[in-house]
């Protein structure tokens, strides 16, 4: 994220479900913005990260729901096509995640870029649908070792179905990166991007249904040269 964020050299970086801030602080963008309904940033850790970027200093935090800072702050703070980035990995359902998309679609640049995580799960355990992560350790279904991206994984066909005009690809690491821009970053003909499936369908698919259909689902990508050159351009 941090080597992406200096690529893209991006000036305005927003990130829902921040929890502890490692992946938020580490960012070296000057206009940073952090949604999360509980912080639980250590001071200590934070401390750490100002003296390395004193930028830092400057990031702003709004301790609230996703849908209550959009509904609330997000029109006083962003003007239409101002993020550059934006990395989406708060509540991890379907239906919250495909809201936070949307939500943020309004204010990402036209070059800029979506990073949603959670998208490949790789075990039934850890794409186990839920509330929350509380109530699947409650379940504790089997396989389940404390890492959980729910289903998540629906957001990318669900976007392909209503969103055609996006880009969406998905690089296969740390639970599945799904990449959404609003310009084309790789060649279609680099994955099958073919839609036979409606809204329905996607509610219904389970996890054995995405282990069949990963690669034509999520437009898998893991070409090491057209990752470099799609963030390239």
Known sequence: MPFL???LKVKHYLEIGVKGGKTFLPIRVRNKYAVDPVFRIKNSYKRKQIFKYPFNLFA?????TSDEFFAKQADNIFSKKFLDMAFIDGLHTFKQSYQDIINTLPYLKT???MIVHDCSPHSSAAAYPASSIAEVKQINPPGFDGLWSGDV???VP????NYPELSIFVIDQDSGLAIISKKPLISKNKYNDSVNYSDEDIDNWDYSYLE???HVLLNIINDEQELIK???N
């Open 5 to 7: 964020a200096k690529q």
């Open 158 to 161: 669900k976007l392909k179905l």
């Open 60 to 64: 702003q935090y709004y301790e609230c």
């Open 111 to 113: 070059s800029g870029i």
């Open 153 to 155: 994984w629906k957001v």
């Open 230 to 232: 799609a963030f390239s």
């Open 212 to 214: 069949n259909n990963r």
